[in-house]
């Protein structure tokens, strides 16, 4: 079946502007994570949703984050005025909600704010 | 404190050698697991194995393997018969089931296949 999907897989915006990505789940499952990944480290956790609503939001950085799954499976990570220090790949997984189970990764959206 | 560590940033190894990728975890939760991700040069994160804090028996998964030493707190994964595709970056995580499942990554071992 098809994996996790992002999109776009690219985006370059300049400071200040407002941007959406967006992740589409693997069908079926529950939980669905953001993650953000530097150059050169390993990913940070951003927010985990069971469901529609947001489980855990306190990677978000600050209120300029914020994170949205209004129906239980597509998710958007809207990041308002953004900085130079925003860009990153922003990571997207999903899992079937269980305690022990996998996380599954999409290819990410590379931000890239000039 | 670092949750994860991963002590090798860089490795060489020569085609068809097996290979060792260092990891050591730090936690109070008893009830924990552990994860290996494959990252490409691509940018997705692919997922090789897992062990969970309580499992009697070291995962396998084909050429991969976990040497979980769980009073050393160490995670190994041991790549058999290393293959040119297998260069990539190699990451730990944790997930300790009172954090909401999110995973704490380590940062990360590139690992250079050489033909």
């Known amino acids: 079946g098809a994996g996790v999907s992002q999109t776009p897989s690219n985006k370059v915006t300049e400071k200040g502007k407002y941007v959406e990505l967006r992740c589409d789940p693997i069908?079926?499952?529950?939980?669905l994570y953001w993650y953000r990944q530097s150059l050169g480290q390993g990913p940070e956790f951003l927010i985990y949703?069971?469901?529609?609503?947001?489980?855990?939001d306190s990677g978000l950085p600050n209120d300029r984050f914020f994170a949205v799954r209004p129906e239980g499976s597509v998710s958007t990570l809207k990041i308002q005025r953004t900085e130079r220090g925003d860009s990153a790949v922003y990571l997207c997984?999903?899992?079937?909600?269980?305690?022990?189970?996998?996380?599954?990764f999409g290819p990410g959206t590379r931000l890239t704010v000039l | 404190a670092q949750k994860i560590t991963q002590t090798q940033p860089g490795m060489f190894v020569q085609e068809k050698e097996a290979v060792t990728l260092d990891c050591t975890y730090d936690?109070?939760?008893?009830?924990?697991?552990l994860f290996w991700y494959k990252q490409p040069s691509s940018g997705e994160m692919i997922f090789l194995i897992y062990?969970?804090?309580?499992d009697q028996q070291n995962a396998t998964e084909g050429r991969y393997s976990l040497n979980f030493q769980k009073a050393r707190k160490s995670a190994n994964l041991v790549i058999s018969a290393s293959q040119l595709g297998d260069s990539a970056m190699y990451f730990c995580a944790m997930r300790e089931m009172d954090s909401n499942y999110q995973l704490i990554w380590g940062a990360g071992t590139k690992l250079i296949i050489k033909p």
């Open positions: 062990q969970g804090s309580y």
């Open positions: 949703f069971q469901g529609t609503g947001a489980a855990d």
């Open positions: 069908s079926g499952h529950t939980a």
């Open positions: 997984a999903s899992s079937s909600g269980q305690v022990t189970d996998t996380q599954y």
């Open positions: 936690t109070s939760d008893p009830s924990y697991g």
